[in-house]
């Protein structure tokens, strides 16, 4: 027969968030736990995680609408001036031939923070709802969403790259939009959310969820 297995809040246990020490909370309410080794609080759980999680995820959320509507590059030259959206830059790629770029850009401005998002908002309900059975699978989620979420960034590395080309070439000048602004900010507040957000959370059993709330 096997032993059963228990968590570390389960037995009291908690890891310092600062030098990894494992220590043993304290029983008992008000009374709080310091890391014998740095003196860092301990927490059971990020304090607060899935309430500052929400708000950086609603945050871009909002950001997101201006990040897609408005130019991210703005070009001007003898011919004209021109400004281009991520999927106006996108087509504009695919109809000239680069569509290796276009796709790449398409996949990383478009897709990646799309699902990043989604995928943040269902870890959160599946943690307030006390989901169950699929741990492991949520767990490999988390740690996809904070692999990928740097390379949401190509975008603008794109157009700073194309700027400094153009600028030292002298052809024509290229100026980021307001888009990237806005886009920039919501790669930031998306990988912030993800930072934020504690994984732990979707292992604990409901008692265990409300009792962390309570000491975090």
Known sequence: MTAAMHS???LGLVA???????????????HE????RCEATLHGRKPNSIARTWAL???????????????????GSLFGAQQDTIMSGVVFLATSGSWHLAALVFVASIVVPSAKLLAMAF???SVQRSMRGSERARTRMYRVLEFFGRWSMLDIYVVTLLAA???IESIATIRPGPGA????????????????FDPRLMWDKPKEQTGN????
């Open 8 to 10: 570390a809040a389960e």
């Open 16 to 30: 310092c968030h600062a030098c990894g020490q494992v220590s043993r909370l304290p029983e008992g309410e008000g």
């Open 33 to 36: 736990a310091i890391c014998p």
């Open 57 to 75: 995820l609603i945050a871009a959320c909002v950001l997101y609408v201006p990040a897609n509507l408005l130019p991210i590059m703005e070009t």
């Open 123 to 125: 870890l959160l309900v």
């Open 165 to 167: 080309l153009v600028q």
């Open 181 to 196: 602004l806005y886009f920039g900010a919501v790669v930031v507040l998306t990988m912030l959310a993800a930072m934020s």
């Open 213 to 216: 709330e309570r000491h975090s």
